[in-house]
């Protein structure tokens, strides 16, 4: 399909900006919206339901009716199995639709909305699926005269609030493990992208999700966010989204009812590049690492550690690679980087150029604000040179396609450096040697490690983050430990 193609698509595309609650879609209980605008053109969506804490307290009571009634908790896993296959094919179905979707509301490039956001989210919902009804439980190891069961439970009513910048995957990683226990589920999708989030709900009730197991609250976080967070009636909170949020809800929590509460949060992942690298590779993965999603990406290896040897040699080959990320309208095919989420995240990421040109590091590629006359949000992907660790623009996260780069002088400084962080989401390296390979992936305090590649990832392995990145793990068998508890179980066998 052709972008004027697209275009005409999104100009018939019917969206829904309600809740669901209770398996149907209804507007917030104040009866107020919020105003959904694309950063393609800065073209009004649809206006969004504005939940607050009413329609929490409502999704919360129909979750819980739901899940005590055993409609869904207490059906065979095979029979969980089979609707959430059928939910999945649903995506499958819907690949188009959910993909303009996503494109219109984030900014995405199409292609990678058709190839890898709406089939990833597919995938992860089969394969948590299809996972469900192989977990086994256990016997524990007890004298004679008893026997010791050790399971596994839904853990109740599950919370889940995500961020915007893979809002159907992150949704799904979270949905996928936390539907297939047996938990009910009130998704919260971030303000700046809940189209897709919203749609989803319908094709879990086409499915079989039987009412009340799955409720989409749409709304601002400190508001509808909130008021999950400090629910005395849930009993997880699943979270993705930044290290600052994620501290706020260790907080409520602690205020409420001490739910378990699961972070996915931010990342500085070191892309490190030994002497020994093809760089010729290492520069194509360089690039895709800070302009993949516009850099919008918690795994974004947005700090170029180095050797010093090749500094120059390699900063030239990213370059050259970075001319095939220019921005563009994310509806046409071919745009590999797409516009910034929203003016304010736009705004966000341009106050870091300034802030680190007034540090004293040397902009030598992009930093500009582009396309202005489209009414949307674009940003040239942008290369920051001479930085060091007490920078700001090498210690925080920036969210936008912003490259620092450091130098090192030996495999012990490259650690050093690597690990000089609050974060602790991903790390990539490139190097032929292979013991330096297992030593500096070893020595890397992180959750995520690639070795010449970067972003590497599917459902069968864990992810998430070590220190302030976070807690707990998304994907992999891994995940059904956020949304179950165990149970021991004693029998006396008298
Ligand atoms: P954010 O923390 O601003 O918002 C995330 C979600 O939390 C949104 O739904 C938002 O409405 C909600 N929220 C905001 N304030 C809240 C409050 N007081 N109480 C409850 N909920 C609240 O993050 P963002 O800007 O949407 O996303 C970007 C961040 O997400 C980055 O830091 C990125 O690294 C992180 N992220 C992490 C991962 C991971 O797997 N580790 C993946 C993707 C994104």
Redesign the pocket.
């Known amino acids: 399909m052709s972008l004027s193609d697209w275009q005409h698509k999104a100009a018939v595309l019917k969206m829904e900006g309600r809740a669901f609650i209770d398996g149907r879609y209804c507007a917030a209980a104040n009866g107020e919206t919020f105003p959904c605008y694309s950063p393609i053109d800065g073209r009004l969506l649809t206006p969004v339901a504005s939940c607050d804490a009413d329609d929490a307290n409502l999704a919360v009571a129909c979750a819980r009716r739901a899940f005590d009634s055993g409609v869904w908790s207490q059906l065979a896993p095979a029979q969980r199995k089979d609707v959430l296959l059928r939910f999945a094919r649903l995506i499958e179905q819907n690949t188009e639709e959910l993909a303009l979707l996503e494109t219109l509301d984030m900014g995405k490039p199409i292609s990678d909305s058709l190839t890898l956001d709406v089939p990833g989210s597919a995938e992860c919902m089969a394969w948590t699926a299809e996972a469900i009804d192989k977990l086994y439980g256990e016997i524990a190891p007890v004298p004679a005269n008893q026997v010791g069961l050790i399971t596994r439970e839904a853990a109740g009513v599950v919370a889940a609030?995500?961020?915007?910048?893979?809002p159907l995957q992150?949704a799904c990683w979270k949905i996928a493990p936390a539907l297939a226990m047996g938990n009910s589920v009130i998704l919260?999708?971030?303000?700046?992208s809940p189209l897709t989030a919203i749609r989803i709900a319908s094709l879990a009730k086409e499915a079989g999700v039987p009412d009340g197991v799955f409720n989409v609250l749409p709304g601002?976080?400190?508001s509808v966010?909130?008021a999950?967070?400090l629910h005395a009636d849930i009993d997880v909170l699943a979270?993705?989204?930044?290290?600052?949020?994620?501290k706020?809800?260790l907080v409520?929590s602690g205020q409420s009812n001490m739910k378990r509460v699961w972070l996915?949060?931010?990342?500085k992942s070191p892309h490190i590049v030994f002497e020994d690298a093809d760089l010729d590779r290492a520069a194509e993965a360089v690039a895709a690492g800070i302009a993949f999603n516009q850099g919008?990406?918690?795994?974004a290896g947005s700090r170029l550690l180095v050797h010093a040897s090749i500094q120059k040699t390699l900063l030239d080959k990213v370059r050259l690679e970075l001319q095939r990320w220019q921005p563009g309208n994310p509806l046409d095919p071919a745009t590999r980087l797409g516009a910034i989420v929203d003016r304010q995240?736009l705004d966000k990421v341009l106050e870091y150029v300034e802030i680190a040109k007034r540090e004293g590091a040397v902009l030598c590629e992009g930093g500009q604000q582009v396309l202005e006359q489209s009414g949307g949000t674009y940003l040239t992907p942008t290369i920051f040179d001479g930085v060091n660790s007490a920078m700001r623009i090498a210690r925080e996260?920036v969210?936008g396609p912003v490259l620092s780069v450091l130098t090192f002088a030996d495999e012990g400084e490259a650690i050093v450096i690597a690990n000089d962080t609050e974060y602790g989401?991903a790390a990539g390296l490139w190097t032929r040697d292979l013991g330096r390979a297992h030593r500096v992936s070893r020595a890397l305090r992180a959750g995520s490690v690639w070795v010449n590649q970067y972003d590497a990832g599917d459902m069968t392995a864990p992810?998430?983050?070590f220190k302030q990145?976070?807690n707990g793990r998304?994907k992999s068998l891994h995940a059904f430990d956020k949304y179950s508890e165990i149970k021991a179980t004693w029998i006396n066998l008298i």
Not at 239 to 246: L, R
Not at 296 to 299: H, K, N
Request: with cysteine; hydrophobic share 40%.
């Open positions: 609030i995500v961020p915007w910048n893979f992150m919260k999708p971030s303000e700046k601002f976080g400190h966010g909130n999950l967070a979270f993705t989204g930044s290290t600052a949020i994620a706020k809800l409520a996915e949060a931010g990342g919008e990406v918690c795994t995240q996260e969210f989401l992810f998430g983050g990145s976070g998304d």
